[in-house]
C-alpha cells in the first residue's frame, strides 16, 4: 500500500514516485510487470495525468521500462543506498590555531577597505544597464580598463592603451594566462633567485623548465640571464622580492637590448610600487620598451584587498593579437559587480586618495616598527630591507638559533615569514609584515618578539 | 637653468627631480660630475632636505651616485624616450557585428537576474565583519559551503558534508582544478564523445590526452569505456551534452563499479539538471556512490548568472585530503562579496524561488519555440532533444545545404550554433536556444528563422 496523502506539501506525482521506486527497489525482480497506469490510479483515487508523470520518471532515471503489449516492466532494481544519508568519512576542519601576531607580509589592515564607499558605489553602478545574463568580455570590462590605463600612464609612466589591458582574478591568474599563451613558443622561464615562489610555481604547473638567476645589489644578474637558454624572464624590477633592490636605469636597458636580441618577452611584475613611502615610485620599465617585449602585471590586492580579485597585465601588441586569437572561449573571471564598483572607484578619484592614505599609514607603521626593532634588539640586527611595501626585513649580526625561534615563536602564538621559504633561494631574512597590525598591536607584537629573540642568540 | 615654481601644486623636489633628470639625459656625459647638493640648494632658494629627496630619487633610479670625495657622479645618460606618449599600434577594438537574433544556448535572460534583491542583500552583508584585509578561504566561505551542501543533499541527492565543497571560478576554474589535483596519477581523460567542449579543452590544456567515448540511448558507451585505458571519465549523467540523453540507473551502478575496478574517478557534471522542466530532476549519480569515486562538478552560470562567477566542486574524501596537502598557496577565485550575497540569497529561500520561477519561464519558452517551429516548418524538421535546459536540438529530415544555412543567417544578424562545433563531435544539430530572447522576440525569431530554413532544402 503506497502511501499517498492530499494534504501534503509534496506533488502527488512526487509522492508516487517515491513510493514506487520505493516498491520497485524492495519487492520486485528484473523483468516482472507494475501494475498499470490505469490501475494504480484508479486504487490511489489519482488522476491518469498524475501517474503518468510519475512513470514518466521513472523511466527515465531506468526503472521501469514500457514494452508494447505488456506494459511497464521493472529493468532495474539493484539500488538501494540512494538518499539514505550514509555517513561520510571527511576530517572535520582542522583546528586553526589561535595565532595573536601574525606578521603576513601580504595581509592589509581590515579597516584599510574602503567599506561604506563600496556599499555606496555599489548601490549605484547595480542597474537596469547590467546584463547578468550572460558571460562578459574575457578582456574585463572596458570601462574599469580604461581607468586602470589611464592611472597606469599617469602614475606607473606605463605606455598603453586599454585595449591592451586584461582583467584578471588576482596574480597566479595572471601568470597562468601568460603561461598557456607562451607555451607554443617559451618552454623554460628564467627568474629572479630568490624570487616570487608564485611565480615559480604557477609555470611549473604549466610545464616550464625553470632557471634561477641570481639577483645582486642591481637586481637580476645580466650574464647569467644572458648565458642562461632563456627567451622569457620573470622579474620585479622596481622592487625586487624578497631584497627590496630596484634595477637601475642602465640595467633596465639592457635588459631590453636583451628581450629584443633573443626575441623574447620580460613579465616585469610592479606587485607594490604604489605603495612606495620614502621614495616616488620607480617609473616602469614597460614605459622604456620600445620594441612591445614587455608584458606588465599589476594586482589590486597588495593595496586594495585581495579579496575582490582583481589583478591586471598590459599586453604587448603582438601577444594581445595572439591573445584574441587563441582565447576564444575565456570568459571574464572576474565578478561583473566588482568590475563596475572598481571603475567608479578609480574614475571618481577615490583610488588615488586611498593610495595616498594607505601610503601614510603603512609609512608610520613602517616607522614604528623600526624603531621598536631598533630600540628593543638593535645591537643584534641588521636591516637588509626597508621603506616601501608592507615589511621590514631583518636578519642577526649575530650567531643565532633559527630552530629555536621557530619553536619559541610557535608557542607564543606567533606567526613568522622566512624568505628563503618563500622565494626559492638559499637567501634568509625574516619577514616582518606590519600590514595586518593597527599601531598600537605593533608595539605588543614587538615587545614579545624581542623576548624571543634575545632567547635565540647563541 | 630648472623651473621650480613654488607655486605649483606638485612638491618641489619632484619638480627638481624632473628638471634635473631631464638636465642629465640631455646635457651629461656618464662619469661627470653634477652639482652638489647645497650648491642647488642655495642657486634655487630650496631646503637641503628637498634636493637631498630629488637626489635621492635619481640614485634608486640609477641616473646618478655618489662617490665618496667626488660628490654625485652622472651613471647613466641613454634614456631618451620615457612618458613621451609615443603611438602603441594596437588594433581598435573589432567592431562587433550587430546581432539581431542570438540562438546561444548559455545565454540566460537580462531581465532574469534578481538585481533588486541582490542589491538589497548586498547593503545587509557587506559589514564590517568582512575582512577585506586578507586573502580569503581557498576553498571558499565556509556559510556559502553549508548551504549549497544543503540544497544539493535536499535537491540534487547529494551524499555530502560542506567540507567536501570547493567553491570555484566557473566550470573551467572546477575543472582545472581537478586538472591539477589529478595530474600525478591521472594521464588520461574519456570524455564523451560528442561532448563538452570545454572540459575538453581544460583537460588538454593540462597536457592530458583525451580518448572519445561514443554516446549512445542511454549516454556513454560503457564498453568503450572498459577498452580504454583510461581510469578517468567525464560525463554528463543527467542530461548529456549536447544530446540530452539520461544514464539509466542500470548503468550508473554499472559505472560506479568500473570506477571502482580501475581505481578511478568519474567526474560528473551536473550544469543544468536544476533546469529540468517536463521532469523532475534525475537525481545525482554522486548520490549512489559508496567508494568516494566521484567528482561532482554544479555551477550557478547556467541557472543564475554567469557573470557572479560560481562553481563548485564536491570532491570525494580522498581527493579532499590531497586537496588540502597540495594546494596550500591557492587562495579563493570568488569575489567575497559575491560569496556572501550568495550564502544569504540561499539561506533566505530565494535560491528555491528563483528556479521555479525560471523553471517555469524556460518551459514556456520552451513550448513557444517548439509550437513555432513545428507550426513552420514541422514537416522538414525532427526535435532531437528538448524539454529540459535552455535550447532545442533540431535536424533537417530533408537534403540540407548547411552552408546557406550559415550564409544567409549571418545575412540577417542572426546568430546560429552548431552542436558539431561545440561537442567535438560528429553529431549535428542545431542547438536552438531560447534562453537570451524575451516571449515575444522568439516568434519574430522563429519567424525569420523558417524562411531561412525553408531556403536552404534541397
Not at 570601462?143 to 589591458?165: M, P, T, W
Not at 618552454?187 to 615562489?197: C, D, S, T, V, W
Not at 640595467?251 to 611584475?269: H, N, Q, S, T, Y
Not at 623600526?370 to 649580526?397: F, Y
Request: glycine share 6%; with cysteine.
Amino acid at each position: 500500500m503506497y502511501l499517498i496523502e492530499q494534504k501534503r506539501k509534496i506533488p502527488l506525482c512526487i509522492q508516487l514516485y517515491e513510493e514506487l521506486k520505493k516498491d520497485i527497489i524492495q519487492n520486485y525482480n528484473v523483468g516482472e510487470k507494475i501494475p498499470s497506469i490505469r490501475k494504480i490510479a484508479s486504487i490511489y483515487n489519482l488522476s491518469k495525468n498524475t501517474v503518468e508523470k510519475a512513470f514518466s520518471q521513472l523511466v527515465i532515471e531506468g526503472y521501469i521500462d514500457s514494452y508494447p503489449k505488456s506494459g511497464y516492466v521493472v529493468t532495474e532494481t539493484n539500488y538501494q543506498d540512494f538518499n539514505n544519508n550514509q555517513k561520510i568519512e571527511v576530517e572535520k576542519n582542522d583546528i586553526q590555531e589561535e595565532i595573536l601576531y601574525d606578521f603576513f607580509t601580504a595581509r592589509l589592515a581590515q579597516n584599510s577597505f574602503p567599506l561604506k564607499l563600496w556599499k555606496r558605489l555599489f548601490a549605484k553602478v547595480i542597474n537596469e544597464s547590467l546584463d547578468f545574463g550572460k558571460y562578459q568580455d574575457g578582456q574585463g570590462e572596458l570601462g574599469l580598463r580604461e581607468q586602470i590605463c589611464k592611472y597606469l600612464i599617469k602614475s606607473r609612466g606605463v605606455n598603453c592603451h586599454a585595449n591592451q589591458i586584461i582583467i584578471c582574478n588576482g596574480f597566479a591568474d595572471s601568470m597562468g594566462l601568460i603561461a598557456n599563451l607562451l607555451k607554443d613558443s617559451y618552454k623554460n622561464l628564467a627568474i629572479e633567485f630568490p624570487g616570487y615562489h608564485i611565480a615559480r610555481s604557477v609555470f611549473n604547473s604549466h610545464n616550464y623548465s625553470i632557471t634561477n638567476i641570481s639577483v645582486g645589489k642591481t637586481g637580476i644578474n645580466l650574464e647569467e640571464l644572458n648565458q642562461s637558454k632563456s627567451r622569457l624572464v620573470y622579474i620585479t624590477p622596481s622592487h625586487q622580492y624578497p631584497t627590496g633592490v630596484t634595477i637601475p636605469i642602465s640595467k633596465r636597458i639592457k635588459l631590453l637590448e636583451w628581450a629584443k636580441k633573443v626575441d623574447g618577452f620580460i613579465i616585469e611584475d610592479d606587485y607594490d610600487s604604489e605603495l612606495s613611502y620614502t621614495n616616488r615610485p620607480i617609473p616602469s620599465l614597460q614605459g622604456l620598451d620600445k620594441h612591445g617585449k614587455i608584458i606588465y602585471a599589476g594586482t589590486f590586492s597588495k593595496s586594495l584587498s585581495p579579496a575582490i580579485r582583481v589583478s591586471y597585465l598590459v599586453l604587448p601588441a603582438v601577444l594581445l593579437n595572439k591573445y584574441k586569437k587563441s582565447y576564444e572561449y575565456r570568459t571574464s573571471k572576474v565578478c561583473l559587480t566588482t568590475q563596475k564598483v572598481l571603475e567608479k572607484f578609480i574614475e571618481g578619484g577615490y583610488w588615488d586618495k586611498h593610495l595616498r592614505k594607505i601610503r601614510t599609514s603603512n609609512k608610520k607603521k613602517h616607522n614604528i616598527m623600526k624603531n621598536l626593532l631598533i630600540e628593543k634588539i638593535g645591537k643584534t640586527l641588521k636591516i637588509e630591507r626597508q621603506g616601501s611595501g608592507l615589511a621590514i626585513l631583518i636578519n642577526p649580526t649575530v650567531d643565532f638559533d633559527w630552530d629555536k625561534l621557530e619553536a619559541l615563536s610557535k608557542k607564543n602564538k606567533m606567526k613568522l615569514y622566512y624568505a628563503k621559504e618563500r622565494s626559492g633561494g638559499k637567501w634568509q631574512a625574516l619577514m616582518m609584515g606590519f600590514g595586518g597590525f593597527n599601531e598600537e598591536k605593533i608595539e605588543e607584537a614587538i615587545i614579545v618578539f624581542s623576548k624571543i629573540w634575545n632567547k635565540c642568540i647563541i
